[in-house]
């Protein structure tokens, strides 16, 4: 072989070397990224070849598949009563994705998940039809629609919890959206009203787990727990020595109550029924920031929870003066809290102090529904003991009986609640929020703990208060769950 021609053999023995080595490259080391990657369009047509498995409630689908009528994508989601479930299903999109429940359990529910391996084997010698899984929730149909037909017309939201287990039983948020209408190929003028900057309501919001609030009155339980916890407070019925007015510490200026009322020298169970944020104000002053902020996150404060869905992390401020702590001990200054979060306060008052871990999706199943994964309840914290969580109870059982909360009571049953109209905005010129935080107790022991806020309403801003516009809500939705339970 002449010089030339070995060159050209040698140049073409490379080229066919450097060919194998990428071959082999893509096929064994990147053949898993590609077989997955969002770009590869056989993902999509397979993804949407087959029917989704369902996210069920109360032994029913809420969800669908039905056939495209164009394109090469078969199927497409549908969703019964959407706009009342979004917050918990989230969507599937041909386009867009999926979240929530949607997007934590696709696998299981587009089929492709390892558990499902058996079904698809055998769906190979059956030739039957590829099918997804099921996800199997906590929810309760009855006391979501109580939830949400509370909400109608208003904005705002609902969590509603089993105390004993921690099971989610409601999760409501309005306005809301319709998933079935973003589902498919060409909903792209559907898709841009769930855009906050098209449509202020900010639609997609699921206000139940990602939207916090200055939580007012309602957070004077957590300061409660924490004067009892801390042996400030031994006897409920003991004046509390917080005189009237009451300077806040480091300042001239006076915590204020709202209206006159009997907040001088008043025992605990006086004050949370009349709301005085002096001595609620006082009690956590006296405590100190760090006693709060301990208390706090035993109940779940500063930390994010997945249920699982994560929620936002609701806020005890970490650094705080005399004053600054009793504000935030009221619900004001910088506290924050989701409604997921305060129904959490509420169960575990209801638990006698033990708070449990709160989760939406009770099992995972086959297409045949035989179990893949079952969820066990699981103990987050003792946020307060036994004892003081039943002192408690007696304090917003006062509250309900009595006091602010008298729009809740359900006839032969004990109810425990506390209202709040937390101030908010620039000058707290914004519409107050109306906040509403309740359990129901049976000689069964209790069955749910309920947190509504109300956001906005065509209320007057005079008439905005939690036992006036959220306290009918958590009546009704604790109503639908004892009488589920009948």
């Known amino acids: 072989m002449n010089k030339p021609l070995r060159r050209v053999a040698i140049f073409c023995g490379i080229l066919v070397l450097a060919l194998l080595v990428r071959v082999n490259w893509v096929q064994f080391v990147q053949g898993d990224k590609l077989k997955t990657h969002t770009d590869n369009r056989r993902v999509l047509v397979e993804r949407y070849a087959h029917p989704r498995g369902d996210i069920i409630v109360d032994g029913k689908a809420i969800t669908g598949s039905v056939e495209a009528k164009s394109g090469d994508l078969k199927y497409k989601r549908t969703y019964k009563d959407g706009p009342m479930w979004a917050p918990v299903t989230g969507f599937a999109s041909q386009v867009y994705g999926a979240t929530q429940l949607e997007n934590l359990n696709d696998g299981i529910l587009t089929g492709t998940d390892d558990r499902l391996f058996f079904d698809r084997t055998l769906s190979l010698f059956t030739n039957e039809e590829k099918k997804g899984g099921n996800v199997v929730t906590t929810l309760n149909g009855d006391a979501q629609r109580a939830a949400y037909s509370g909400l109608k017309g208003k904005k705002g939201a609902v969590a509603a919890l089993d105390p004993k287990t921690g099971k ?84 001239t200026t006076p915590l204020k ?53 994560r929620s936002n992390a609701s806020v005890w401020p970490k ?11 009221i619900g004001q200054f910088n506290t924050a809290a989701t409604p997921l979060q305060m129904a959490m306060v509420t169960a575990a008052i209801a638990n006698d102090g033990k708070l449990m871990t709160p989760y939406m999706v009770d099992k995972l199943t086959d297409p045949n529904l035989d179990v893949v994964k079952q969820t066990d309840p699981v103990e987050m914290s003792q946020p307060l003991s036994g004892d003081n969580a039943q002192k408690l109870q007696q304090m917003m059982e006062t509250v309900v009986k009595e006091g602010t909360g008298t729009r809740a009571q359900i006839d032969g049953v004990t109810v425990g609640g506390k209202t709040g109209t937390a101030q908010h905005g620039v000058n707290n010129e914004g519409n107050p929020y109306a906040w509403f935080i309740s359990y129901a107790k049976t000689d069964k022991g209790s069955p749910v703990a309920v947190a509504v806020v109300v956001e906005d309403s065509e209320a ?18 604790m109503k639908a769950v004892l009488d589920r339970a009948k």
């Open 168 to 251: 989610i039983l409601a999760l409501a948020s309005t306005p809301s959206y319709d998933p079935s209408k973003i589902a498919g190929m060409g909903d792209g003028e559907e898709w841009k009203k769930l855009d906050k900057k098209v449509n202020p309501d900010d639609i997609s919001l699921n206000r139940a787990l990602r939207q916090t609030y200055p939580p007012g009155s309602t957070f004077k339980v957590v300061t409660a727990a924490a004067a009892l916890e801390h042996g400030l407070i031994n006897d409920i019925d003991t004046p509390t020595k917080t005189p009237l007015p009451w300077i806040m510490p480091g300042t």
């Open 319 to 329: 650094k705080l003066n005399p004053s600054e702590t009793a504000l935030s001990s």
């Open 257 to 309: 109550n709202e209206g006159t009322i009997p907040c001088e020298d008043a025992t605990p169970r006086v004050a949370l029924r009349w709301s005085c944020n002096t001595v609620f104000g006082k009690l956590g002053s006296d405590l100190g920031a760090d006693k709060m902020k301990e208390t706090a996150e035993k109940f779940g404060f500063n930390s994010e929870q997945f249920t699982p869905v």
């Open 460 to 477: 007057a801003r005079g008439d905005i208060s939690g036992g006036g516009l959220a306290a009918p809500i958590a009546k009704s939705v």
